[in-house]
């Protein structure tokens, strides 16, 4: 039988360096300082300026990097975020933590991305800020957003979790709005040995207040807390692996590009359709996904290829338990809950061979419906 493929799998890039990775280790636990150590300045320093943005600050995740940009931008109590319902719940949880209220908009029933329309309606004297989220890889259309913002004088956040190096009209995310966050999760297109994440901004004033937010607000000149800080850092050992593994990001997105395009010359199904890629957006693909009318037939039919595919995300955010409370039954947001029933995630990873994408291409195009 052929080998397994997954959607995702960065076990095996980790399998194929893992001496490199070792020695980035050791000399991490050498140098002495595990958390927040000069590991960590290195990386913020060499991601900052590979995203062409001035401040970076480390962190311990992509989420926590959501709550303390949010808390740093002044965003609090009784404030409303508005948020794209098609998304992963650290989003709309981040703004939660922060005592705001999430606001659920939709998204474009063709690129899946946030719905400029859906977030205008939501905008009510509340509304404090707008959350981005440049899902599977490619960016929102920024332009109508910024718009938006400017007219209601909002702020705009960026959610890059899922779209390190994706451009927008040329320029990469993460330096598009007023703040910028990033998750380092294993699976990402860059992704650490476990938790990290960041913060991007052009204001060195919003950076300085995460960087003290993050370690418990302590003043260490004077040995006081000033406020009610986090442990939120993050540690040595994961920035030294991120800052190795960016010299090859260039590289493993363009072999992302190599296989979407494959993808979306090669399937021919009629019953598989696909993400609409705007014209001024150059996506990196840390997901392919896909929708199917019959996704259970679809993902078993997979199975039988020795094919494992995802979903993301079966429950959009609105209509998960924790936010129901927020949601008005008479407000559907129906391109989310359609993605919701159809998306599916296909293998996307750099180091699939070109025999493993001709084996998900022809599993894609034998599929019956």
Not at 46 to 72: E, P, Q, Y
Not at 101 to 110: E, I, K, R
Request: charged share 20%; proline share 4%.
């Amino acid at each position: 039988m052929n080998k397994k493929l997954f959607f995702s799998n960065p076990k095996e890039a980790f399998r194929q360096n893992i001496e490199q990775f070792l020695d980035v280790i050791r000399q991490t636990v050498w140098n002495g300082e595990l958390c927040d150590g000069p590991e960590v300045k290195s990386f913020e320093k060499a991601f900052a300026k590979w995203c062409g943005v001035s401040c970076c600050s480390g962190v311990d995740s992509g989420t926590d990097a959501l709550f303390l940009g949010m808390k740093a931008l002044g965003i609090g109590q009784g404030d409303e975020v508005i948020v794209p319902a098609n998304t992963f719940c650290a989003t709309p949880m981040a703004v939660k933590y922060n005592q705001a209220v999430p606001v659920f908009c939709d998204c474009d029933a063709n690129t899946w991305e946030i719905l400029p329309c859906s977030v205008e309606r939501c905008i009510t004297q509340k509304t404090k800020a707008i959350i981005c989220v440049h899902m599977y890889g490619q960016s929102c259309e920024m332009e109508p957003i910024l718009q938006i913002a400017k007219e209601y004088d909002l702020l705009v956040i960026e959610d890059c979790a899922q779209a390190h190096g994706a451009l927008y009209r040329g320029k990469k995310v993460g330096g598009l709005a007023d703040l910028a966050c990033f998750s380092f999760y294993p699976t990402k297109n860059l992704g650490a040995g476990g938790l990290a994440g960041c913060v991007l901004t052009e204001d060195v004033s919003v950076k300085e207040m995460i960087d003290h937010l993050k370690s418990f607000a302590l003043d260490r000149q004077t040995g006081d807390h000033t406020q009610i800080g986090y442990n939120m850092r993050m540690d040595s050992i994961q920035a030294a692996l991120l800052e190795y593994k960016l010299q090859f990001l260039d590289a493993d997105n363009h072999r992302r590009k190599e296989i979407a395009k494959a993808y979306y010359d090669q399937i021919h199904n009629p019953r598989i359709r696909f993400q609409t890629v705007c014209s001024v957006c150059d996506p990196v693909w840390h997901l392919f996904c896909i929708a199917v009318n019959d996704r259970d037939r679809f993902m078993a039919h997979m199975q039988e290829s020795n094919i494992i595919c995802g979903i993301h995300y079966p429950v959009p955010c609105h209509l998960q338990r924790a936010f129901r409370d927020l949601h008005d039954s008479a407000n559907s947001l129906p391109n989310s809950e359609y993605l919701s029933e159809h998306c599916v995630s296909i293998p996307m990873y750099p180091t699939m061979t070109d025999e493993d994408v001709a084996r998900v291409v022809d599993a894609c195009n034998r599929f019956g419906g």
